[in-house]
């Protein structure tokens, strides 16, 4: 997109009043998306973006700024505004850049480029038909295509280059059921680092059937009784709630700035010593995966949490400065026109050697979570809330009866400590993490894992 040379020019204008680091970020990217909704057609999306962002790091702080022109001019200029606000700090002389190479191949076998439009529509219909006949208490159904290509260049002033290509493909279907005046939402979703191949691995009738499966079943379910009760959080439920409860905690930014309860408890006890936590943007075909980060880092693995210890929060390249560590290979942005922030990739709890089913056997009245809805934390205090999209008694040790309605509520660090079963098994869920008015596609995993208390919203009815 730019090449090397240009990409050294703009690194010198923009260190030449001064600064620590500059970096170059440019990308250009390619989006189709499809909506179909009630049997219509609704949308249809297709379009390019192209773009750089600059930065320079001095004294801590970070001055930005990008342009959606690739021309040397506007680059350069836009590298000169950034270096005026560094003006006069100390500086740094930019390396001769060198090709920065990763090990990791994600291979791709159908690029969605090259699949034509009208296939792409006939998978959504399909889906969209697939759900409607399910039954006749289906009201609304809404099916989502989406894939883009990412091409990506970073360049630094510590002399490296770097060039990427990032796949994403998902497939969304969303049900809504009603029923004597109450409505019910299931919703499906897969994706991926993966092309249009996703869509042969994953059935998209049997996606849209589960999702309106779940949406009838809804309707007869009973309301889930409140209080303080043993929990069951299934692997298929995802990883919602260790991103939520502990993931943002251990984003290097949040944690500097004392907005983390993890803050300043490296190799200190946060979570149960059956609990290892792992961020890894390696994993093949995973929506948080890529070979380098958004700053030009490798991906990499690391180990957050270990049997129980903090050992590692998630560093950006700032951050990382912060404290004279490494980056993690954790910066991120949305795209060229942000700044780059420490966040999660692929997210997830390591299994354990507990039988799932035996999980499940050991609790005598709980309730058993088989699917997560949304959530948010307080990552000051660590307290959260988790809607349950898909949950069911346990009587006796067996999974009894659907319930509609329940929460989970409880504090993060409070709730890992006090997990005391974890299972073989490991469920991944997707997403689009927001932070900053910035979204990043990620991915979430744990195991089955045994709470023996947490409080349940719900009816007191």
Known sequence: MIGLDLHADILGKALGNGGEYADVFAESRSITSLVIEDARLEKIVSGNETGAGIRVLHSGKTSYSFSNDLAPGP??????????????????????????????????????????????????????????????????????????????????????????????????????????????????????????????????????????????????????????????????????????????????????????????????????????????????????????????????????????????????????????????GNGRRESYQNRPIPRMTNTFITPGTSDPEEIVRSVDQGLLVVKMGGGQVNTVTGDFVFDVQEGYLISHGRKGDLVRGATLTGNGPQILKSIDMVGTDLGFSIGTCGKDAQGVPVTDAMPTVRIPEIVVGGSHE
Do not use: W
């Open 75 to 328: 680059l350069l200029r836009a590298a000169a505004e950034v270096s005026r606000i560094a003006a006069g700090r100390p500086h740094r002389e930019v390396r001769r850049l060198a090709h920065r190479t990763c090990s990791e191949e994600f291979g791709i076998r159908t690029f969605p480029g090259d699949v034509p439009l009208a296939e792409k529509i006939r998978r959504i219909r399909e889906a969209e038909k697939s759900a409607r006949s399910y039954d006749s208490r289906v009201r609304q159904v809404t099916v989502i295509y989406r894939d883009s290509l990412q091409k990506v260049e970073t360049a630094s002033s510590d002399g490296f280059f770097t060039r990427d290509n990032r796949i994403y493909t998902s497939f969304i279907v969303q049900v809504i059921a009603a029923q004597d005046g109450l409505v019910q939402t299931g919703y499906e979703a897969v994706g991926g680092f993966a092309g249009f191949e996703l869509l042969d691995e994953e059935s998209v009738e049997a996606l849209s059937m589960k999702a309106a499966h779940r949406a009838v079943s809804m309707l007869t379910a009973r309301k889930a009784p409140a209080g303080r009760m043993p929990a069951v959080i299934s692997s298929q439920a995802g990883g919602t709630m260790i991103h939520e409860a502990i993931g943002h905690g251990l984003e290097a930014d949040l944690a500097q700035q004392g907005l983390s309860v993890f803050s300043g408890m490296l190799e200190k006890e946060v979570a149960s010593d059956l609990i290892t936590v792992i961020d890894d943007a390696t994993l093949p075909g995973k929506r948080g995966s890529f070979r380098f980060d958004d700053e030009g880092a490798p991906a990499q693995r690391t180990i957050l949490v270990d049997k129980g210890i903090l050992k590692s929060y998630m560093y950006d390249k700032l951050t990382a400065m912060k404290e004279g560590k490494q980056s993690t």
